[in-house]
């Protein structure tokens, strides 16, 4: 959802009443309440005509909008088992449901980062990781940071070798944070873990830390390191992208943003920026760039990483591919 989006759902919410909007809210992923609530705090007047045509555009939605059965979750599990059996039903319906709280980790997501690693800092890594794997990858970088150095190689190791979630191991972790964890018992393995999910944490960590943690992992398992390698990308692997990807995102991306992120920008990536904007953005672009003083490499880093959330989600939404690793490779 962009900026105008947010702040229309904001806008929307307001308008509810308190009652409406809690029950609004409780369907809502931690990431999406912050981010209303945010938006919602800075909204002190609204024209009555932005408040007219949010509510207009609502209704026409509610309106075109039409639900099919009353819990979809439901009925997919019920018609499925009784066309495939209820082990071959099973092992599809662990996939498409994938993104609910079948782990009862969701109120760990609520949770900030310092906080989360106080509670696993004296767990196995291989339970460690059997959580982060539940959690959004910038959540999960986050936590990795506010280890210490052996813990954070150790636990993203186990996090790359991961081949999915067994029940004994959920059983195991549900004792061990009971309050956190429920139902261990009727679980199911979950396709989480991998190469894949490591790369995405290790992705967020900064380059200071990813060094680290890639060293090693390169000592202890050199197949394994290049397996990470192919499934990362960094900033400047942007230029990798064509002029319609360059394009997308850059929609995406506030000014101030796309100027502290080019400022550790090779000149090539730069170039490439400059040749998909108008040449009167790109011109204000690089004035903006030449006139700005140092800027601390932190400063820097948070902008590229921002960016860099923004493929993704563009990736997964399949609006533009990555290419890395080989040719034929996309992320």
């Not at 369907?27 to 932005?50: F, S």
């Not at 910038?138 to 813990?151: G, L, N, P, V, W």
């Not at 944070?177 to 873990?193: C, D, F, H, P, Q």
């Not at 998909?276 to 490499?297: I, Q, W």
């Amino acid at each position: 959802m962009d900026d105008k989006g947010v702040e229309d759902a904001a806008i929307l919410l307001m308008s509810l009443g308190e009652e409406e909007a809690a029950e609004v809210f409780k369907h809502m992923a931690p990431k999406e309440v912050q981010k209303l609530g945010e938006t919602m705090a800075r909204l002190k007047i609204v024209p009555r005509k932005r408040l007219a045509e949010v509510m207009e555009r609502f209704s026409q939605v509610a309106i075109e909008q039409a639900a099919l059965v009353p819990d979809t979750d439901e009925y997919l599990t019920a018609v499925l088992r009784k066309a495939l059996g209820e082990d071959k039903a099973n092992l599809l319906l662990d996939r498409i449901l994938q993104g609910n709280d079948v782990t009862g980790i969701e109120g760990l997501k609520w949770m900030d980062p310092q906080t989360v690693a106080e509670l696993l800092r004296n767990e196995h890594p291989q339970i460690v990781a059997a959580i982060l794997v539940h959690l959004d990858p910038d959540h999960a970088s986050a936590i990795c940071k506010c280890f210490t150095e052996r813990q954070r190689n150790e636990v993203l190791i186990r996090v790359a070798t991961l081949d999915g979630i067994q029940p004994m191991a959920l059983k195991d972790l549900n004792e061990v944070m009971s309050n956190l964890l429920a139902g261990g018992e009727r679980m199911r393995k979950s396709t989480l873990g991998g190469v894949k999910s490591a790369a995405e944490i290790i992705n967020l960590l900064g380059s200071s830390y990813e060094s680290t943690v890639m060293d090693f992992v390169r000592e202890s398992d050199a197949d394994l390191a290049q397996k990470l390698m192919d499934n990362m990308f960094g900033f400047d692997d942007l230029i990798n992208l064509d002029d319609k990807g360059i394009q997308a995102v850059l929609k995406e991306v506030q000014t101030e943003s796309l100027v502290l992120a080019l400022k550790g920008a090779t000149p090539e990536m730069r170039e490439k920026v400059f040749r998909n904007m108008s040449s009167r953005a790109a011109e204000t672009l690089k004035e903006d760039l030449d006139g700005r003083g140092p800027v601390r490499v932190s400063d820097v880093e948070s902008e590229q990483k921002e960016m860099l959330k923004i493929v993704r989600r563009l990736v997964d939404e399949g609006t533009i591919m990555l290419a890395t690793g080989g040719a034929d490779e996309f992320l």
